[in-house]
């Protein structure tokens, strides 16, 4: 089986890395001739480092961003600070760094795995039959049509993949134009995010660490500037000034521009033959700075269910669950984000109580938990498919659990394999691995010390490190039962 991705963005990078990995045939379709500079997205949380440690590739990529454990609000000259340290996660922090930085991490690793990239490739008309979909595809060269078992699109809000499917793209556009640029501040600020809520709008200037900061700011008074309409400092200073009452200015800009945010999200993740992931299914505000995280986190709960079609051990119903998974968690990111947007830019009513309410709010410390958890992707949980038996847990992250293999210590996130399941055994007879080995092909059956969750003495983890199944003492027929359900028979 063949797969083309539309769109060398990460989420695209992603996918067809993990595809490769598996030894699926991948080719990457990109419309743009050159490697893009641009930067929008500035972090990674921590959701996705843990993704990116199954595939041993988060250490080179926190080596060369900048750790922030805190949000500090500053409103109506009072300031009040969030924590965002998770104690769950190897990585207790978001990490800023330039979104160049984390494509050219996923670029390296998807070209090292055999994925072909070929640039310059507009895909401009799309025809599917039950065997497989066939593109049209337009390059310098001329017009010639490429085939694969399956297409995902992964090409951005503007997708021509989305719209050659006819599938709607549901939502809004925000009214505030937004000033995107890289700075040097006059002076340097705290450690943290940073955002300042005034009367005229909202600046958040998270930081990278070498004195640079992004700068993303919504300014009311900035509403009907063309989007074409070049940034200077100068109109970014006197934004700054005014919703930071001063606190901020700007030395020197390396970049900069001005987009219109929109609220959106693709009816359908699925229309047979071809999938949608990253901004070409849901594009937000990018308060939370969730955008990339979500779309690469929609690549590892899509890819391997993809590499289990092509091995023919996928149930019928599995690649319908990338829509029934994903589709809600893209519906939350749209929610929060759209609330954290309101708040930001209010009317007037709303301005007048925010820097009394908000301050009260994150003090509490289960809000506190949940607004960190479900920002940072660690509160994602899927519903169990009606198709596999319940078991305690079943489609929550699984912690990095630390165990001991073949006499090494080790970590799960060290363990687990992104193309098929992993079972893991704590019993000293190994019985259930035993069990297991028909399954060997799409199932990694492994012996371990250590305490899995909820007591449970065998825990079945999906490739994407999300629960599959879990139990005390299970008998034979039951990891049996577990694996034909999730894996087909052996």
């Not at 501040?185 to 809520?197: D, F, W």
């Amino acid at each position: 089986m063949s797969v083309i991705v539309v769109g060398a963005g990460p989420t695209g990078l992603m996918l067809a890395g993990d595809l490769a990995e598996a030894g699926t045939d991948v080719t990457l379709l990109e419309k743009r001739a050159e490697e893009s500079n641009l930067t929008r997205a500035f972090a990674l949380h921590a959701r996705t480092l843990e993704l990116f440690d199954m595939r041993g590739i988060a250490d080179e990529i926190v080596d060369q961003g900048f750790e922030v454990s805190r949000v500090r609000v500053t409103m109506g000259g009072r300031e009040v600070a969030l924590d965002l340290r998770h104690p769950e996660s190897r990585f207790r922090y978001v990490l800023t760094v330039a979104q160049a930085r984390t494509e050219a991490l996923l670029q390296r690793r998807a070209e090292r795995l055999g994925v072909r990239i070929r640039r310059g490739a507009e895909v401009v008309a799309l025809d599917q039959d039950e065997d497989g979909v066939t593109l049209t595809v337009r390059s310098r060269t001329g017009s010639h049509t490429e085939r694969a078992a399956y297409v995902v699109g992964t090409d951005g809000a503007h997708s021509a993949v989305r719209s050659l499917l006819g599938v709607g793209f549901s939502g809004r556009s925000y009214d505030t134009h937004i000033l995107l640029a890289d700075v040097r501040p006059e002076r340097e600020l705290p450690p943290a995010i940073n955002p300042y809520v005034g009367p005229d709008g909202l600046a958040l200037l998270p930081p990278y660490g070498d004195g640079w900061y992004r700068a993303i700011v919504w300014d009311r008074s900035l509403e009907d500037v063309p989007l074409d309409q070049p940034v200077s400092r100068e109109e970014l200073n006197d934004s700054l000034g005014r919703i930071t009452d001063g606190e901020v200015s700007v030395a020197e800009m390396s970049w900069s521009t001005r987009f219109l945010s929109e609220r959106r999200q693709a009816d359908h993740y699925r229309v047979g033959r071809v999938l949608l992931a990253g901004d070409a299914a849901h594009v937000h505000s990018p308060m939370g700075a969730m955008g990339m995280n979500t779309g690469i986190q929609d690549a590892a709960n899509l890819a391997w269910k993809l590499v289990a079609q092509e091995r023919g051990w996928a149930p019928d119903w599995l690649l319908d669950t990338y829509e029934d998974e994903r589709h809600p968690v893209g519906r939350q990111t749209l929610r929060v984000t759209d609330f954290i947007q309101r708040m930001a830019v209010a009317p007037g009513l709303v301005r007048a109580i925010r820097p009394h309410v908000v301050p009260r709010l994150v003090r509490v410390g289960r809000v506190s938990a949940a607004m960190r958890r479900l920002v940072s992707g660690l509160s994602v949980r899927y519903r169990r498919p009606d198709q596999v038996m319940d078991s305690a847990s079943v489609g929550r992250r699984v912690d990095d659990l630390p165990l001991v293999h073949e006499g090494e210590t080790t970590r799960l996130y060290e363990l687990v394999d992104p193309t098929r399941f992993t079972l893991l055994d704590t019993t000293r007879v190994g019985a259930s691995a035993e069990a297991a080995r028909p399954w060997a092909d799409r199932v990694r059956a492994l012996r371990v010390v250590g305490d899995l969750p909820e007591g449970a003495d065998a825990l079945l983890v999906r490739p994407d490190g999300h629960v599959a199944w879990s139990a005390e003492r299970p008998s034979a027929e039951q990891v049996r039962a577990a694996l034909t359900a999730w894996t087909g028979t052996a």
